[in-house]
């Protein structure tokens, strides 16, 4: 019997960060707690570890777990991975014991290509969006995982919205996003001298092999040696089903800090951008709301989401860095770690913690 390198997050828990990484072992926990997160499984550190031992070869029986632990998120999600009518699509993320934030990689919306892109237009009633998905994902996928100057798909895209004279990447629409998405393969075609990978489990072969890789990218194992972090503790890979917040206005996603970490008040403090994917928020393409506006917008979401936050508080005993996103409405967690603050707000929220009892 090949070993265990695959956990569902139903398998897992917080005690679990050394096999699992802080996000593995976070939205395990979350799930446990019976939070709102899509469903996914963790390739362990272990698995990273294997990986570089043998020359980066997968170790023996790790992808057969990842196509069983894959049935399984189609079960849970009623899609099917390449399935043109009903695709399932996943996030690929890394996750090493300790945060690194931004150090490493994800990609997003896998699973893609002109057949299943049909299929999500199908669920989803919403062209642009399947379109937007898919113009997305190539251009993760060119810079992330075939190493690609991300700059190529960006001048492109700066240069379609000249000339339609579109002011935001919004203001594309879904025929406009189709044709980038046929310029972004010629990019990668010009680039790479193969065609975009098609076979969504080629993509997701090679996504998990680019996570593993990012461990040892020049930025990750400069990170590690100025945070003293051990270059032998490897990354885990979250492999999830992916929730939308590109969906429309009554969608969006953010990130929220369970209290203000610069004054350490007792106070959600955060962003939100209704109507986008999570790398918006970090790209910084588009402005922001704060968290606050979320709760003039959608105010039942967010008393939800200050539930939440309150509950992984007091289930961490410490305050908590939150990411999320909303799907036409409902609320997803996505991930959940000890929150970075301010000296000061520290000393305060030791204090207020010990009084909250
Ligand atoms: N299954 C998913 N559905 C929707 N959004 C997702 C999914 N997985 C990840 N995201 C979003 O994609 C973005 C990047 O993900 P991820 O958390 O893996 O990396 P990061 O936030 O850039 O870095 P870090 O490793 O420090 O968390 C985040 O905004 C996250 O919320
Ligand atoms: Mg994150």
Redesign the pocket.
């Known amino acids: 019997m090949a070993k265990k390198w695959v956990y569902l997050f139903t398998e897992g828990n917080a005690q679990m960060r050394d096999l699992l990484g802080g996000?593995g072992a976070g939205v395990a926990e979350m799930t446990r707690a019976g939070l709102p997160v899509?469903p996914?499984f963790t390739i362990t550190t272990e698995a990273c570890n294997a990986y570089y031992a043998s020359g980066r070869q997968f170790p023996e029986g790790l992808w057969e777990q990842v196509l069983e632990a894959l049935k399984v998120i189609e079960r849970e999600t009623g899609k099917r991975f390449g399935d043109p009518t009903n695709p399932l699509l996943?996030?690929v993320?890394?996750?090493a014991k300790f945060?690194?934030?931004?150090m490493?990689d994800?990609v997003?919306n896998l699973g893609l290509n002109d057949e299943t892109v049909k299929g999500l237009i199908a669920q989803t009633g919403n062209e642009r969006f399947a379109y937007d998905a898919y113009r997305r994902f190539i251009q993760m996928f060119g810079k992330i995982v075939l190493g690609i100057d991300p700059e190529r798909f960006e001048r492109r895209l700066e240069e379609k919205k000249r000339q339609v004279g579109a002011q935001a990447d919004t203001d594309l629409t879904a025929e406009h996003l189709r044709d980038l998405v046929e310029e972004f393969k010629r990019i990668v075609e010009e680039e790479t001298g193969r065609p975009f990978p098609s076979d969504p489990y080629e993509q997701l072969r090679l996504a998990i092999q680019a996570v593993f890789n990012s461990w040892m990218n020049k930025r990750a194992v400069d990170y590690r040696n100025f945070h003293k972090i051990p270059h032998d503790l490897g990354t885990a890979v979250?492999v999830?089903?992916?929730?939308?917040?590109n969906m429309g206005w009554d969608s969006g996603?953010g990130?929220a800090f369970t209290r203000n970490p610069l004054t350490g008040e007792k106070e959600l403090y955060g962003e939100y951008l209704p109507n986008a994917?999570?790398?918006d928020?970090?790209a910084g393409i588009r402005t922001p709301k704060p968290i606050a506006a979320l709760k003039e917008d959608m105010p039942e979401v967010y008393e939800q989401f200050k539930r939440y936050a309150e509950m992984l508080e007091r289930h961490y005993r410490d305050m908590q860095d939150l990411?999320f996103?909303i799907e036409r409405g409902k609320l997803?967690m996505?991930?959940t770690r000890s929150g970075k603050r301010s000296a000061a707000a520290a000393v305060k929220i030791a204090v207020d913690m010990v009084h909250e009892g």
């Open positions: 996000k899509p996914g996943v996030s993320r890394s996750g945060s690194m934030p931004g490493m994800t997003l979250n999830q089903a992916m929730v939308f917040g996603t990130v994917q999570g790398e928020v970090v990411e996103t997803y996505l991930q």
